[in-house]
């Protein structure tokens, strides 16, 4: 099972058909597509999954608000330096075809359109900042790079491309990632907020590598109780053994579901995707048959 991946509808390197069919490959069973804040690779999705062998589940990595301040001490506890500056939703609508109309999934898709059109204006923001610092970034380059949702990836590309940076990472580390001098924040929901448009488009929600938000775990999954969020990604390819261990038996004492993804990105990333196994009674129970 993999519930969190990315194609290059948003931040992914391959397309719909090539993640499927590595999914399957790795032997992964249900498969969701959560590409960045858009709903675009579904269709293909479902048809793609179907051709493999695969469960879909659709889904969005929905950028939000973060709900809490990181803790300064727990970060150093962890070992990083820097927590994310949004916190990521997932949301996964199990029972929901993609080819068929539903009125609640219209509603929903019109609440997010926004949040992906202002990626546009934000990376506008970006590649002018970075000219100012001696980096001129054409931001009709990076787009033409995004076949959906673009995102900073799309910008680290372009940055490598005209060397500026020997890598993506580079890229990230330097200049765009969250806080440093080529970055610029655009306008999040709140998890409230996303969470309240999914449920009611008859969705599922699971905040997403948590390691990254730079909150106690007690206090991160009291809140996600607090927001009404159903479930929490424990099981992440960024979490260590021991704390996937406290997210899920801290998820059990609170009655929340967990998810299970590798937050695929492409083979440059990482190895491989799916390899992500978890007790199916602990999952989100719409997600526990296959």
């Known amino acids: 099972m993999d519930l969190h991946s990315h194609s290059t509808h948003s931040d992914g390197q391959h397309d719909v058909a090539t993640v ?38 659709p889904g ?53 359109a926004p949040k992906q059109d202002g990626r546009g204006p934000r990376m506008r923001a970006m590649c002018e900042r970075l000219t100012e610092l001696g980096m001129p970034v054409d931001v009709d380059a990076v787009m033409k790079r995004a076949t959906g949702s673009v995102g900073r990836p799309h910008l680290a590309e372009e940055m490598v491309h005209l060397g500026y940076v020997a890598s993506k990472s580079e890229a990230f580390e330097t200049w765009i990632g969250d806080g440093l001098p080529g970055f610029v924040a655009h306008k999040k929901p709140s998890i409230p907020e996303a969470v309240q448009a999914v449920h009611d488009a008859g969705g599922l929600t699971s905040l997403a590598h948590p390691l990254y938000y730079g909150v106690p775990t007690d206090v991160l999954l009291d809140t996600l109780v607090e927001q009404h969020v159903d479930g ?38 990482q190895p491989r995707p799916g390899h992500m196994p978890v007790p199916k009674n602990r999952l989100l129970k719409p997600l526990q048959a296959e």
Not at 60 to 78: D, F, G, R
Not at 84 to 93: E, K, N, T, V, Y
């Open 60 to 112: 969005v990595e929905i950028t939000c608000e973060p709900s809490l301040e990181p803790n300064a001490a727990h970060m150093a506890q962890q070992g990083r330096e820097r927590a994310s500056s949004s916190w990521h939703l997932l949301a996964l609508f199990p029972d929901h075809d993609p080819n068929e109309r539903d009125l609640r999934m219209e509603v929903f898709k019109a609440w997010l």
């Open 232 to 269: 929490v990604e424990a099981v992440h390819r960024s979490h260590d053994d021991a704390y996937r261990h406290a997210l899920m038996e801290g998820a059990k004492q609170r009655g929340l579901g967990v998810t299970v993804g590798s937050d695929f990105h492409g083979l440059d990333y």
């Open 20 to 57: 499927a069919r590595l999914m399957h490959e790795a032997g992964v069973k249900t498969w969701a597509l959560t590409d960045h804040d858009t709903t675009d690779g579904w269709i293909e999705a479902r048809h793609e999954a179907g051709k493999n062998g695969l469960r879909f589940v």
